[in-house]
């Protein structure tokens, strides 16, 4: 896991401390997988208490050990953090954890708190259930969203961080829907 956390921009995990990260993963994951909800689970069926609680897991994997920083004479400890926690929990629960970043955070006013994570997962709930009811209307459900956009090997939450990470990471405009059009015209020549 610490290398695919490596190759996703998460630097905390030093590679040199990967077997102190793994430990204090393994530690965190073994206090808390038994009592997150089913894995198969996605975020729309999830209850409020199932969410609240997530808020506490984390919290506790956040404040985890990923490394340690020496300077000089000093010895420092290195989180996992809150993006590295986001990723992680995204990881043993794709279906239902969503990941995010400090620009994620930043954009809708959100510190590195578990209460905010949970916040965040409510409102990306909230913007599936709108995409529940557009599905529907197009004779699919939510969960077939990704077969229908040919992305089979991704979840829902998935998509949502792809769309937040170009919109909102990277800054980048979705083109217009005249934009889109042309597009779609141009692609049958």
């Given amino acids: 896991m610490l290398i695919w956390l490596n190759r996703w921009s998460c630097r905390q995990f030093a590679i040199e401390y990967h077997e102190l ?5 393994l530690s965190w994951y073994n206090q808390f997988n038994s009592t997150l ?11 409020e208490a199932e969410i ?17 920083r020496k300077r000089k004479e000093n010895t420092s400890s290195v989180s996992v953090g809150p993006t590295g926690a986001a990723k992680i929990l995204f990881a043993i629960r794709r ?6 970043d400090i620009s994620i955070r930043n954009h809708y ?7 905010s994570y949970v916040t ?3 409102r990306v709930k909230s913007i599936l259930k709108e995409l529940e009811d557009t599905c529907n209307k197009n004779g699919f459900t939510l969960a077939q969203l990704p077969k229908q956009l040919r992305r ?9 961080d792809e769309y937040h990470w170009v919109t909102i990471t990277n800054d980048c405009s979705l083109p217009t829907q005249d934009i889109f059009q042309k597009w779609a ?3 049958k020549i």
């Fill in 120 to 122: 965040y997962l409510y």
């Fill in 109 to 115: 006013g959100y510190d590195s708190s578990g209460a």
């Fill in 95 to 100: 279906n239902a954890l969503i990941p995010w």
């Fill in 52 to 68: 609240n609680f997530v808020a506490q897991a984390y919290e506790a994997l956040s404040n985890k050990r990923a490394s340690l």
């Fill in 37 to 47: 909800f089913d894995r198969n689970k996605n975020l729309w069926e999830l209850t």
């Fill in 185 to 187: 015209q141009w692609s």
């Fill in 21 to 25: 990260g793994s430990s204090e993963i």
């Fill in 152 to 160: 089979n090997n991704s979840t829902v939450p998935k998509l949502i």
